[in-house]
């Protein structure tokens, strides 16, 4: 959308109202041009995106503030090259301006045409049989399916694995679909992110307590946070002693291990 084709600007400026398709996915068709040079838009616009979008901005501007408070205490060359540095910056140079001094600074003009961005993305297609709801659903699901790759490489951590036997690629595939599909599972259930789930379970932790009779494995208390997944799941909590092991008569080691309530 920052491309700045007079096609696009158009497309972003044109009035009309948005039709909501579902929660924080609303649309609006626009026409651009005719005969030949006619192209079909739909702007898309995701409010919750959109606020997210903003308070970001106001964080990057709130660091851009101090970079030009820092730039101004510079003197010479080293005021020069960091000057050059923050105005070709791929962030910070979309709300610079450059006074006649070469002096940098935050152009309002610039902060205000950013913020209609806020939330959006505009989608171009030739076919006219498709509703403008398609459309953004399609591209929605397509999103959807690009980040389900990305888990499988990020979260999943997989790396690539070398199989020669049909069975044992086919094997491999459905594991990792299994994988996917667990934590797109346990993403509904708990509403929130696998990032979250896992950064929160990470917290848990099994202690060992040794004395002279023996040892104990003992978990840490859990968290509410922790007791509300292990409930959205439907799971159990470990239980609170996983492990004792005691000295039997001649000295050895005798382990009981807890097992979980039914």
């Not at 050059?84 to 301006?97: F, S």
């Not at 667990?182 to 259930?189: Q, W």
């Not at 202690?207 to 509300?228: D, K, M």
Request: one cysteine or more.
């Amino acid at each position: 959308m920052r491309s700045g084709k007079n096609t696009v600007a158009e497309a972003l400026a044109r009035p009309g109202s948005y039709k909501t398709v579902k929660d924080n996915l609303e649309v609006k068709e626009v026409i651009v041009g005719d005969g030949e040079k006619r192209v079909r838009y739909i702007l898309v616009r995701n409010p919750k995106e959109a606020e997210k979008d903003r308070l970001e901005r106001e964080k990057i501007l709130a660091r851009l503030k101090e970079e030009l408070a820092a730039i101004g205490d510079l003197k010479g060359e080293p005021h020069t090259k960091a000057c050059c540095q923050l105005i070709a910056h791929p962030t910070y140079g979309r709300y610079l301006k450059t006074g006649k001094k070469g002096q940098p600074y935050i152009d309002a003009v610039k902060v205000k045409a950013e913020e209609k961005l806020d939330g959006k993305y505009l989608l171009r297609t030739s076919d006219d049989t498709i509703s403008a709801e398609d459309v953004a659903l399609g591209y929605k699901q397509l999103l959807e399916v690009e980040d389900a790759f990305r888990t499988m490489k990020q979260s999943l951590e997989l790396r690539p694995v070398y199989h020669r036997l049909s069975d044992r690629i086919h094997a491999h595939v459905l594991l990792c679909w299994l994988g996917l599909l667990l934590i797109r599972v346990a993403e509904t259930k708990v509403q929130d992110s696998w990032r979250n789930i896992r950064q929160i379970l990470e917290r848990m932790h099994l202690g060992e307590f040794v004395g002279p009779e023996g040892r104990v494995l003992q978990r840490t208390e859990t968290t509410p946070p922790q007791q509300h997944i292990f409930k959205a799941l439907g799971i159990k909590e470990p239980p609170q002693i996983i492990a004792v092991e005691t000295k039997g008569q001649k000295g050895s080691l005798v382990t009981r291990v807890q097992k979980a309530d039914p």
